[in-house]
Nanobody
Framework: VQLQASGGGLVQIGGSLTLSCAAS????????WEWYRQGPGKQRELVAT???????NYADSVKGRFTISRDNAKDTVYLQMTTLEPEDTAVYYCAADLHHYNAADEIVAERKWGQGTQVTVSA
């Protein structure tokens, strides 16, 4: 199973951007999705989560501005970001907590990471 993140870019203060992350592979099921970010000189932090049932949770710094959603049919998660601030500048990573069948036909629980997409917010 592989995750491919996209949608990053350069945006002005107050602007909006939507990130997406799609999973590909076979014989897997994604339980929870997460978005993380790592700003310059900072540790990676959890930004938002969404469970298989659609429950969401957000870091205090993005509440009211970011929205996480998922499309189970497409095995894709989105992060809609609005009212962007310079402090939102970071590399954003998606992660998926999933189950898949391994070569021995056993169900394995695993966390997969996307490759990261850069978001830069400037004046």
């Amino acid at each position: 199973v592989q995750l491919q993140a996209s949608g990053g870019g350069l945006v002005q203060i107050g602007g909006s951007l939507t990130l997406s992350c799609a999973a590909s592979g076979s014989r897997f099921r994604i339980n929870a999705w997460e978005w993380y970010r790592q700003g310059p000189g900072k540790q990676r932090e959890l930004v938002a989560t969404i469970t298989s049932g659609g429950s969401t949770n957000y870091a205090d710094s993005v509440k009211g501005r970011f929205t996480i959603s998922r499309d189970n049919a497409k095995d894709t998660v989105y992060l809609q970001m609005t009212t962007l601030e310079p402090e939102d500048t970071a590399v954003y990573y998606c992660a998926a907590d999933l189950h898949h069948y391994n070569a021995a036909d056993e169900i394995v629980a695993e966390r997969k990471w996307g490759q990261g997409t850069q978001v830069t917010v400037s004046a």
